[in-house]
């Protein structure tokens, strides 16, 4: 069964750097989204991607965020200035098309740890 | 406003005990409704779909529009059934974003 892979598992990074989260969706979905899970605390959406462009994105995913789908089968998560409270799990997740309740399939997630 | 209450962390049953997790919404519009699992170190799995009516591993969940619930059932537990499970609301936005809102969770012990 397809499965949707995301890269690194693990990521440690010095507070202020940038990060660059990547994930490769199923292959024929069209629908693409980040979320996150900060430790103890509920998964919460970040941002929707489709048609080469955001859909939605959260209150979370301000100006220090950003995605790319930059060759068609990756789809990135670039955090800039990173902080500590950027410490958290940050799932990939796709969905083939709309009209109708699709599930989304998840990766396995990145555990993004900033020092 | 939009938001799903699972309100128990954690439910610790015997081996053989039916399971009940609850979930409740909170949505304007009408909701599609799913349970994801997640097993130790493992990525979030879908396990039922309110639209599917099935049952996946012996866990029914049934949508009740009335109390505004979908909770998961089991009649009978297994050892294996252990794991995190996450009550989701898919929030439509024009019919396009169907973005996941998650519960907190209930994670599910299930002793020999």
């Known amino acids: 069964e397809p499965e949707v892979t995301q890269t690194p598992s693990h990521q440690v990074t010095q507070m202020g750097q940038e990060v660059i989260l990547r994930c490769v969706p199923i292959?024929?979905?069209?629908?693409f989204y980040w979320y996150r899970q900060i430790l103890g605390q509920k998964v919460e959406f970040l941002v929707s991607?489709?048609?080469?462009?955001?859909?939605?994105k959260s209150e979370i995913f301000d100006d220090q965020f950003s995605v790319e789908r930059p060759d068609g089968s990756n789809f990135t998560l670039k955090i800039r200035s990173t902080k500590l409270e950027d410490s958290a799990m940050y799932f990939c997740a796709s969905r083939h098309r709309d009209g109708g309740p699709q599930p989304q399939h998840f990766g396995d997630g990145t555990r993004l740890s900033i020092l | 406003a939009q938001r799903v209450t699972q309100p128990e962390k954690l439910l610790s049953v015997f081996k053989g005990a039916p399971v009940e997790l609850k979930c409740n919404y909170s949505y304007s519009g009408s909701p599609e409704l799913f349970w994801y699992v997640q097993y130790s170190r493992q990525r979030l799995q879908l396990l039922l779909r309110h639209i599917s009516r099935e049952s996946i591993k012996g866990f029914t969940a049934d949508l009740n529009k009335g109390e505004t619930s979908f909770h998961l059932k089991k009649p009978f537990a297994q050892e294996e059934d252990s794991a995190m499970y996450y009550c989701?609301?898919?929030?439509?936005?024009?019919?396009?974003?169907?973005?996941?809102?998650f519960g907190t969770g209930t994670l599910l012990a299930v002793q020999p």
């Open positions: 989701a609301l898919s929030a439509r936005r024009g019919g396009a974003t169907n973005k996941l809102i």
């Open positions: 292959s024929n979905h069209l629908y």
């Open positions: 991607f489709y048609n080469n462009e955001i859909s939605e």
